[in-house]
């Protein structure tokens, strides 16, 4: 009965959560025009397994171990995940007006792929759950600059841009909470 009435005390209330991402506006979403190519790109950046929807999803997994024992990194981990549904959110719109569809299956020439929950780390450990979402983050960067060298709508790519910054800023509080 002690356990359980040490979790219903636990003071982690997310109320009121907001997103940590830059204090900067997003571009508009928009494009160019319609291109099937762009789109299928950003399918994997919406739900590959280098994606908004792993990284949202990673997090709160992170969040949900952490919470009754490390209520300050699980909230900023949960303030993470928010920024990345507004990112998932954004690239979601942009496929669309690219002509793309939204169905949680990454699109490449050899086919379409569903997302997967086994595209998430799964620890339980607070210093693998913060070192997975490091290395997730740079990645994550890494296949925004990719794509656009790929991407030739600088609508898509300011929004592309603007993302990697929310994503540079995740890797410093992350950074911050590997320090401590």
Not at 48 to 67: F, N, P
Not at 92 to 108: P, S
Request: aromatic fraction near 6%; proline fraction near 3%.
């Amino acid at each position: 009965m002690d356990g359980i009435q040490k979790i219903l005390q636990n003071d982690c209330s997310f109320s009121g959560t907001a997103a940590l991402n830059l204090p900067l506006p997003y571009p508009p979403v928009r494009v160019m025009e319609e291109n099937q190519f762009y789109a299928n790109l950003l399918t994997l950046d919406y739900c590959g397994s280098v994606s908004e929807l792993t990284a949202a999803m990673q997090y709160i997994h992170g969040e949900s171990c952490l919470c009754c024992h490390q209520c300050a990194a699980a909230k900023i981990i949960v303030g993470m995940a928010v920024a990345e549904m507004t990112h998932l959110q954004k690239l979601g719109e942009m496929i669309l007006l690219l002509g793309g569809h939204i169905d949680f299956t990454i699109k490449t020439r050899t086919g379409t792929q569903m997302w997967t929950p086994e595209y998430t780390n799964l620890s339980n450990v607070e210093s693998e759950i913060i070192e997975a979402n490091l290395k997730a983050e740079k990645a994550a960067i890494e296949q925004y600059e990719q794509h656009i060298t790929k991407i030739e709508d600088e609508y898509v790519n300011a929004m592309l841009r603007r993302i990697i910054q929310d994503e540079q800023y995740h890797i410093m509080l992350l950074q911050m909470l590997q320090n401590q």
